[in-house]
């Protein structure tokens, strides 16, 4: 069992830069790949980056791709989204996952039935 929580949401403005975290419990965390979802009303849950147990393979939304970095400290059981130059259209719940099958190694971490854990989600908002 892995249990997932976001934080370092909020808002800010175009062109700006956050960071969020995402810190799991359980001795496992290492076992797991890891990725980053983000979900607007009405809309159905969106791949956004993903990273590997190992951190050596990353996988990014073309959206996002060049703008946000995905990494993790498996000392600290964590994962980071270091997004830049945000633009409004980034606004939404950012949720992170946990992968225990491989997934993401495998290459099909966007989608997103392949996670078995989900963190509560954290706003993100980006204002003109």
């Known amino acids: 069992q892995v249990q997932l929580v976001e934080s370092g949401g909020g808002l800010v403005q175009a062109g700006d830069s956050l960071r969020l975290s995402c810190t799991a419990s359980g001795r496992t965390f290492r076992m797991y790949g890891m990725g980053w979802f983000r979900q607007t009303p009405g809309k159905q849950r969106e791949f956004v980056a993903a990273i590997t147990w190992s951190g050596v393979s990353t996988y990014y939304a073309d959206s996002v791709k060049g703008r946000f970095t995905i990494s993790r400290d498996n000392a600290k059981n964590a994962v980071y989204l270091q997004m830049n130059s945000l633009k409004l259209e980034d606004s939404a719940v950012y949720y992170c996952?946990?992968?225990?099958?491989?997934?993401?190694?495998?290459?099909?971490?966007?989608?997103?039935?392949?996670?078995?854990?989900w963190g509560q989600g954290t706003q993100v908002t980006v204002s003109s």
């Open positions: 996952a946990a992968d225990g099958r491989l997934k993401v190694r495998s290459g099909s971490g966007n989608y997103a039935e392949n996670y078995d854990y």
